[in-house]
């Protein structure tokens, strides 16, 4: 049996070797590095995958939200709602740019944002959203951009781990994650589903004054070279990483369904068990499986994370501290209990090994250990 990881990058390359090889190979023959044709070429077919108006290819995630709370104009002292369940970046950005992250509870079963705890944290002062679409499955955005029409707010989603999801609205409307606010961004980083060689990013707009605004705000807010019409960072995605990412996305596709079938071994494995819950399913999104995480509620989720990780089986916990508990983000506003569904989850969560290019025998083997740890 292949050595089990939590994200197998080697053997997926492997597989894709002879194109990613070229890819790269053509960008170091014209050296092109930086705004080379292979980010144009990448940023379009991306634009097709997704059904985005525009997509401009930046940095990383990080610098992605930044530069959609940048775009959108948002002023110190501004309230932007987002998860106190999620990775840091998506509060990070809002504090760095004197914004004021206020944080709330999310849902049990999809361990998204919930809309009932955003409705009850608007304020006069409130200005945007940034729903996350956890784990690869989107937040319930027909009711918060609802929400966000009757409040006037923008919405930005965080789709770092959910390219490629679907959203299916009332309508019969299907739209992908990232597409349906008024920014999405979303991260290559090498873990993500659609996961570059470094660093990347992307933000997707389909507004077209928000697209020009966000293209000269990525690049220093010049739109004519040393004119500086806003204050702008330095975001780029790098043609190597362009290259790598335009030979992985017709891949992708097949890249989730790889996910979705080691998603419903584990399910069919754990339905039935008392001592965990299997991953909660929207009924309006897909699940692209960035991570299976199981809620631990019949057992010891750190002793089955110990004996896992003795038998060579990474066991990752996403995420052991929600936001209001962090010690950067200590705030008056925010104590212990106030988020009581994060902190549930933050104490019982277990994501197990999930990728592309794990077999059943790997996947038996995970299964096997887990149920041995109860
Ligand atoms: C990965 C991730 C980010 C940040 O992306 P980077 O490319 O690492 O900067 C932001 N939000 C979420 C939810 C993520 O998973």
């Not at 017709?250 to 979705?260: G, N, Q, T, V, W």
Request: charged letters at 20%.
């Amino acid at each position: 049996m292949r050595k089990i990881q939590m994200v197998d990058l080697q053997s997926q390359y492997q597989r894709l070797k002879h194109d990613i090889d070229a890819g790269i190979q053509a960008v170091i023959d014209t050296a092109a590095f930086v705004k080379g044709p292979q980010v144009t070429t990448f940023g379009e077919h991306l634009q097709t995958y997704t059904g985005a108006k525009h997509v401009i290819p930046v940095g990383n995630g990080t610098d992605a939200l930044q530069i959609a709370l940048m775009a959108l104009g948002l002023k110190p002292g501004d309230e932007v709602i987002t998860p106190t369940f999620t990775f840091i970046a998506t509060a990070e950005v809002v504090a760095l740019l004197g914004l004021t992250p206020v944080v709330v509870d999310v849902d049990w079963e999809t361990m998204n944002i919930s809309v009932e705890a955003i409705r009850k944290a608007i304020t006069p002062k409130t200005k945007a959203i940034v729903p996350v679409h956890l784990f690869g499955q989107c937040a319930d955005m027909e009711a918060i951009l609802q929400l966000a029409k009757e409040h006037n707010l923008f919405v930005v989603e965080d789709a770092c781990q959910a390219i490629g999801a679907q959203y299916t609205f009332s309508d019969g409307t299907v739209k992908q994650a990232g597409t349906m606010g008024e920014i999405g961004c979303t991260s290559f980083f090498p873990s993500k589903n659609l996961g570059c060689y470094g660093d990347g990013g992307a933000l997707f707009t389909n507004d077209d004054e928000l697209a020009a605004k966000i293209v000269c705000i990525a690049n220093h807010g010049m739109q004519v070279r040393y004119h500086h019409d806003y204050i702008g960072v330095n975001s780029r995605l790098d043609s190597i990483q362009a290259a790598i990412l335009d030979a992985k996305l017709p891949h992708l596709d097949e890249f989730i369904s790889a996910r979705r079938a080691a998603a419903a071994r584990y399910d069919e494995a754990f339905r039935d068990c008392p001592q965990v819950l299997i991953p909660g399913r929207s009924k309006v999104s897909t699940h692209v499986f960035h991570q299976y995480t199981l809620r631990v509620v019949g057992a010891n989720r750190d002793e089955i994370k110990a004996k896992l990780n003795s038998q060579d089986i990474p066991a990752m916990i996403y995420y052991p501290i929600p936001l209001h508990l962090q010690k950067a983000y200590q705030d008056p506003r925010y104590k212990e209990g106030d988020f009581p569904v994060a902190e549930r989850l933050s104490a019982c969560v277990l994501s197990l090994p999930m990728h592309t290019e794990l077999d059943n025998e790997q996947l038996d083997f995970i299964i096997s250990a887990v149920k041995e740890s109860f």
